[in-house]
C-alpha cells in the first residue's frame, strides 16, 4: 500500500472522511516525501490534518511546536476522542504529570507530542533523543518572524532542530503570513522557497461587514440587535482596552444576554473559568482584549464583532478566523472610527518598527473606508487576487456608483511601467497629473508618454483609484522598501488590453462611502436571513435536540461540546436523519472511534427528536 492510500485510510478511519481538499493533498505530498515544507492555509482549512495523518502513519512520535498552553489542550482533547494517543508537555502539568508524559514519550506510546517553544529549547537535549521523532510541526509559525503580527523571540531558536535532527522533515503551518513574513520563515527554517504551498486565504462562510463612526451609545445598541438575531450563538466581541471590554459585557448583560470581559488583569483561575464557561457553551459572548481567542479550536464560533479598529489586516485576519471553524455560514462586523486610528497610530510611533507598523495601519484604514468589495481587499493584501466581487460582504450588499475604469487604470499602470515600477503612489500621480514640481523634471519624468494624461483628475481621486487598484490585486505596494508600487500579473492583463475592471466612483466630495451606508442587514433582508446554518422546521427541531444530547454527553465527559461532535456534524444528522448504525458512519465527520462511542446514543436521541 502506498503512502497516499494509507493516509487516506488513515482519514477515514479516524476522521470520518473520504478524501482530501486540494491544498492538504499537495502538502501531504511534500510531507510523506520527507520534504521539508511552508504550508499557508486559512483558519478551518484543515492545517492540522496535514501533520496529523503523517503523525499517524509514520513510525514514531510527531513533536508539535504549538505557542499556547490551551491550544495545545484542545488538540490533545480531539485526538484523544478520535482514538489517537496524544500528549502535551507545559507549565500548567504537576510534576507527576510531566514525568508521565515524558515516560510515554521514551517508551514509544505516543503518536502526538505537543510542546511549547520554551520548552522545547530544554527538551532538544534531554527528551526528544530517547525515542525516534517521526516529524516536527511548528504550528502558529508566523510568530517566528519579526515581520509577523505575534512575534514570539523563542520562535528564533527552532532552527536548533535542524542541526540536531536533521534527517527529520520540518512542516511550518500559518494561516497569516504576507510575503516578507513567508521569507523571513523560510530563511530561519532553512525550508527551500519551492517547497512553499498557498492555499487560498478565502473563507467565503464568512460576511464581511464594517460600519463607521458610530457613537458609544449607538455602537452598543446596534452590538446588542445584533446578537439578539443570534439566539443562543457563540460569538467574540474584541476590544481595544480592558476598560471597553467590561462596558460591552456589562451592556450586554443589561440586555440579558449572557457575556463576560476577559482581558489580562484577571487573574489566571478567572481568565481560565471564563475560557472553559465559553468552549463549554455556557457562556454565549466574550468581550476580549486581543489576549482571548489564539489559543482555542472552538469551532461553532458565529461571530466576530470588532467593537475597534484593528491595527493590522494581519491580526484582523486572524481574529475573525475565529469564527465559522466548522465551515458553515458565520458572521463578522467592525465599528471602524477616526479617533481609534489616532490611538493606534500613537502605538505605532512608539515601536520599534515605526514606519511598518503605520503602513500596515494604513492598509486596515484603507480596509474599512474603500468603497471595494472587502474580501478582494482582503485577499489583496495576502497577495491573492480576487477578480469577482464576493456577493458575501456589505460592499456588495449595497454597492456604490461603479464605471469602466479600464483606461484609468491602463494610464495609472502605464505610468508605473515607464518608471520601472520605483516610486509611490505620490510621485505617480504626480505624473499623470503633469505635476510642475522640481523632482519630476530632475528625473526627466516630464518627458513620458504618460505625464499629464490625466491633469484634469484631481489628486485626492487618484490616489483614491490607485488605492483601489492596489485592492484589486493589480498593484502591489512594496512597503519596506519606500513603497514602490509594482504591476501584478493580473494588472499587466488589465494593462495590455486582455481584462477588462470596473471602479468605484469616487464623487466630487471626498466622503466615507461606508459611514453612510445603510445597515449591513436592516429590514427585510435580515428577517429573511437564517441564522441556524441554514436550518428551518423539523431539521432546525432536530438540530437543537442533538445539540442538547451532545451538551450532556459533554458535561459528563468534561469535555467542550464541540469536540463530541462539530455543529457541522450535528447539521449532517439533522438532514440526512440515518436509521442505523450503517448509515450514521457515512456522516462525515464520523470515524471508527466515535462510531462505536457515540452512535447509538445519537441515533436514539435522533429518533425522539422525530417522533
Known amino acids: 500500500m502506498d503512502l497516499f492510500a494509507e493516509a487516506r485510510k488513515a482519514l477515514k478511519e479516524t476522521f470520518g472522511f473520504d478524501d482530501f481538499r486540494p491544498a492538504q493533498k499537495r502538502v501531504l505530498g511534500q510531507v510523506l516525501a520527507h520534504k521539508d515544507t511552508l504550508a499557508l492555509m486559512p483558519t478551518g482549512g484543515g492545517k492540522s490534518l496535514c501533520y496529523q495523518i503523517p503523525a499517524l502513519i509514520f513510525p514514531g512520535t510527531a513533536v508539535v511546536i504549538s505557542p499556547l498552553v490551551a491550544l495545545m489542550k484542545d488538540q490533545v482533547d480531539s485526538l484523544r476522542e478520535n482514538g489517537v494517543a496524544a500528549a502535551a508537555l507545559n507549565s500548567q502539568l504537576s510534576p507527576d504529570e510531566s514525568r508521565e508524559v515524558r515516560s510515554q514519550f521514551a517508551r514509544g506510546e505516543l503518536k502526538l507530542l505537543y510542546i511549547s517553544p520554551e520548552r522545547l529549547v530544554f527538551e532538544i537535549e534531554n527528551l526528544l533523543p530517547r525515542s525516534p521523532v517521526s516529524l516536527f510541526a511548528i504550528d502558529e509559525a508566523h510568530c517566528i518572524s519579526q515581520w509577523g503580527h505575534d512575534f514570539r523571540p523563542e520562535y528564533t531558536q527552532l532552527h536548533a532542530l535542524r542541526t540536531k535532527f536533521p534527517q527529520i522533515p520540518v512542516i511550518a503551518l500559518t494561516a497569516t503570513a504576507d510575503s516578507m513574513t513567508r521569507e523571513d520563515i523560510l530563511r530561519q527554517l532553512d525550508i527551500p522557497a519551492g517547497n512553499t504551498i498557498i492555499d487560498s486565504f478565502d473563507r467565503p462562510n464568512l460576511s464581511l461587514a464594517v460600519k463607521c463612526d458610530y457613537r458609544k451609545k449607538d455602537k452598543l445598541q446596534e452590538i446588542v440587535r445584533f446578537i439578539e438575531r443570534r439566539k443562543n450563538q457563540s460569538g467574540l466581541i474584541y476590544c481595544l482596552s480592558r476598560k471597553s471590554t467590561e462596558d ?113 495601519l494604513a492598509r486596515m484604514q484603507h480596509y474599512a473606508t474603500s468603497p471595494v468589495c472587502r474580501r478582494r481587499i482582503l485577499l489583496s493584501y495576502f497577495g491573492e487576487t480576487l477578480e469577482k466581487d464576493c456577493g458575501n460582504c456589505d460592499i456588495c450588499r449595497h454597492p456604490p456608483k461603479r464605471f469602466d475604469g479600464t483606461i484609468l487604470a491602463q494610464k495609472a499602470l502605464s505610468a508605473i511601467a515607464r518608471v520601472h515600477e520605483c516610486e509611490n503612489a505620490t510621485m505617480i500621480t504626480d505624473i499623470l497629473r503633469g505635476s510642475q514640481r522640481a523632482e519630476i523634471f530632475d528625473k526627466g519624468y516630464d518627458k513620458l508618454k504618460t505625464f499629464g494624461v490625466g491633469e484634469k483628475t484631481p489628486a485626492f481621486k487618484w490616489h483614491g483609484y490607485l488605492q483601489q487598484l492596489i485592492h484589486l490585486g493589480c498593484i502591489a505596494m512594496a512597503y519596506t522598501e519606500g513603497k514602490p508600487l509594482r504591476i501584478t500579473p493580473y494588472g499587466r492583463e488589465v494593462l495590455f488590453g486582455q481584462k477588462n475592471i470596473e471602479l468605484a466612483l469616487i464623487e466630487d466630495k471626498l466622503l466615507k462611502t461606508t459611514a453612510a451606508m445603510p445597515s449591513a442587514e436592516g429590514g427585510a433582508a435580515a428577517e429573511k436571513r437564517k441564522f441556524k446554518n441554514g436550518l428551518e422546521g423539523g431539521d432546525l427541531r432536530i438540530f437543537e435536540a442533538l445539540r442538547a444530547y451532545r451538551r450532556e454527553l459533554a458535561d459528563t465527559a468534561d469535555i467542550p461540546p464541540y469536540i463530541v461532535f462539530s455543529d457541522k456534524v450535528l447539521v449532517e444528522i439533522a438532514t440526512r436523519r440515518p436509521a442505523d448504525i450503517d448509515e450514521f458512519a457515512e456522516v462525515p465527520g464520523v470515524g471508527e472511534f466515535k462510531l462505536k462511542k457515540y452512535a447509538r446514543g445519537f441515533l436514539k436521541a435522533l429518533r425522539s427528536a422525530q417522533e
Open 248 to 360: 460591552v459585557a456589562d451592556e450586554l448583560r443589561r440586555n440579558g444576554i449572557d457575556a463576560e470581559a476577559y482581558h489580562a488583569g484577571l487573574d489566571a483561575d478567572e481568565r481560565s473559568r471564563i475560557q472553559e464557561d465559553f468552549l463549554r457553551d455556557r457562556t454565549q459572548v466574550i468581550c476580549a482584549t486581543i489576549a482571548f481567542g489564539m489559543g482555542i479550536n472552538k469551532s461553532n464560533i458565529r461571530f466576530v464583532i470588532h467593537y475597534n479598529t484593528p491595527k493590522s489586516m494581519e491580526g484582523y485576519y486572524q481574529e475573525i478566523g475565529r469564527a465559522g471553524r466548522d465551515g458553515l455560514p458565520a458572521d463578522t462586523l467592525l465599528f471602524y472610527s477616526d479617533s481609534d486610528i489616532v490611538q493606534l497610530a500613537k502605538f505605532a510611533e512608539e515601536s520599534a518598527q515605526k514606519d511598518l507598523q503605520l503602513e500596515k
